[in-house]
């Protein structure tokens, strides 16, 4: 799977799904690094076929009233350290990639997974 991870998450979380057989950019990486606007990570999104990985809710709010990005996971987590973070991820990336397979849209906060379809 492909992915897009947004500039108020770890460079680190890309780098967990990368190193667990995904493709996986942040948006440091970008020429405007983390001050790419959302519309530009949106259309690269679509371009490519990423996935969106954010905590920002205009992306929510483009996914819910335009149908764009047409997927995405949302981090509910609140204030949490990196490291907990990438746990969550390391202990439940395959059922993260199964729901985000076969639904739209995904929240993941600290004790679980809520999948909209």
């Given at each position: 799977?492909?992915?897009i991870v947004?500039?108020?998450?770890?460079k680190?979380?890309?780098?967990l799904?990368?190193?667990?057989?995904h493709d996986s950019?942040?948006?440091?990486?970008?020429?405007?690094?983390?001050?790419?606007k959302?519309?530009e990570?949106?259309a690269l999104?679509?371009?490519?076929?990423?996935?969106?990985?954010?905590?920002d809710?205009?992306?929510?709010?483009?996914?819910?009233?335009?149908?764009i990005p047409?997927k995405?996971?949302?981090?509910?987590t609140?204030?949490i350290?990196?490291?907990e973070?990438?746990?969550?991820?390391e202990n439940n990336?395959g059922l993260?990639?199964?729901s985000?397979?076969e639904?739209?849209?995904?929240?993941?906060?600290r004790?679980?997974l809520?999948?909209h379809s």
């Amino acid at each position: 799977m492909k992915f897009i991870v947004d500039a108020q998450l770890p460079k680190s979380l890309s780098h967990l799904l990368n190193y667990s057989g995904h493709d996986s950019v942040h948006t440091i990486d970008f020429p405007e690094q983390n001050n790419t606007k959302d519309s530009e990570i949106i259309a690269l999104s679509e371009k490519e076929g990423r996935i969106i990985i954010t905590k920002d809710s205009d992306f929510l709010e483009s996914f819910l009233l335009k149908g764009i990005p047409q997927k995405l996971i949302m981090i509910n987590t609140g204030n949490i350290k990196n490291s907990e973070l990438l746990s969550i991820f390391e202990n439940n990336i395959g059922l993260i990639i199964k729901s985000i397979e076969e639904n739209s849209l995904i929240e993941i906060n600290r004790t679980e997974l809520i999948v909209h379809s």
